[in-house]
């Protein structure tokens, strides 16, 4: 009977440990805002990791958002592409999607309000989580980056100078976002990041803010990270202090 028991624990912590997918990231944020910009993983070998997602492209070339296992590429100039499998990322993150729980919220919300609706419905403070938003958005605030030529400049100052910001009215689509605790400081952005792609697949960036009511917005807590340093070839960004952030 013990043994009987001891089995069906087993089982038990099998199937739970089966269902929660780790998040796979590539580089750090830290040799990201260094200005480490070249490619080190294909496309192709990062959407075989998980089918959402985020990051960027080699030489900064836009915001990267992986929806339904489909990799796109939303540009400085406001178009959005679906990006070949042989182009290469210097920093991403990525993981399989699974539903743990669904709000429908009726009432009108800003990027902040989604915030605080978020926060109490955290298990754990101390784990990751994935976010999805389905909404028709009243409006939506967002950015991207151009393509970067070396000598690279540090993303902060990449950021100030060339980012290039678009506003939307009325357009239908979907947010991913990642919540990463306090601990991850230097491998990824702590607290919420957010990024946008329309449903008819032409606009998308890194969300400022949004206005929309009827929202439909998913969580999924992830408790496992693959940290992948490709060749290290970005070592000289991998220091890990806050002073870069
Ligand atoms: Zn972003």
Redesign the pocket.
Known sequence: MKKLVYFMIVLFSISLYAKDEPIYQVSTLNALLAGNYDGLIKVEDFLKRGSVG?GTFNELDG?MIVLDGKCFRAKAIGEVVEVKKNETIPFGVITNFELEKQHHIEYMMNLKDLKDFINPLFINKDVFYVIKVLADFKYIKYRSVPKQERPYKNLSLVIKNEQVIFEEQNIAGTIIGFYFPEFMKGLNVVGY?F?FLSDDLTKGG?VFDFKADNLLVILDQKRQFVLDLADGSFMGGLKIDSSSQ
Do not use: A
């Open positions: 985020l915001e990041h990024h890194h």
